[in-house]
């Protein structure tokens, strides 16, 4: 498969603006789970740096030319009205909107963190009951999922295919095509997940085992969440269970999932902020908090971002 040889062009929102101890400033787009870097040509570099900073004071969308390889903005510029119009989008209503905490992932306690009726009782898991009966159909949906995967070559029985392969970017659509999946094939309940690096210099760092062993870098994650039916003698338990074959081979507890994004040898930033179980309607976040989404209702949005990454890899 080949690997991204050309510039993406893009129209994105800017979440964040932050300069890390490393002395080069962050770029973090809504639109966008990557964190990008301005390149240093001198003097073009300032007027750039300017645009972006009044962008996000204006809360204002910009045209980027992105290098995803290299995390970096290579060109900035105004969109036109059309483009603008575009990029509109609907929120998620503030009466649905799920519930946002902060972590310590170190301190997780598996055991009883992943146990919907004692540790997870949101208020968006009342939306939907249909819960997944038990581990193996929830093993199931995730094999189906993953083989969709657009570096098996096909055929395929979703269209367009899932490009798991590039774990770089894009994991809002890959969710989103999954819960697709989860709802419409499977008629189960599909929450979605966010996980954040939005505090200081946290930075999701996830080393990609399954796609070369290099790091990857992210500012937020998401993946579908689903509700398990597990049954270990003599109870019976609902588990948090997360669906991401971009990261695993098989559903894993939510707390698996969060532990697996603060990879201190991809970072000595490495540190999960916050997470955030929304509804499956939520497609990617609107605030640099966490607290609030946009949603991509006609999955438009979700297959021209499957197609644009379907030849690409994550690791050079």
Known sequence: MAQRTNSETAVVSLAAIRRPRRGVAEYLFFERQ????????????????NLLRRALRAKAPLKVVLDSRRGRIEHVDTPTPDEIETFRRGKIPPKVRGTTKTIDVARIDPTTFNVVDLRLKVPIFRLCTRTIPSYAKAKEIFDFCAKQACYLGGPFDISPCIPFQYVIDGCYARAHKMRQIITTRYRYCCEKVF?????GNDTLAVKADKWGGCCVYWWYH???LVRVRVRLRPCTLTLAMVIDPGMFDKPVLLSTWLTAQANANCSPDANVSMYSIQPGSAYWPTNYAGTTFGTDPSYTLTDGTLIDYQSLTTCP
């Open 34 to 49: 990557q964190i990008f870097t301005l390149r240093t040509t001198p003097g073009r570099r300032s007027d750039t740096a």
């Open 195 to 199: 996980s954040f690096a939005n505090q």
């Open 222 to 224: 998401v993946a579908p």
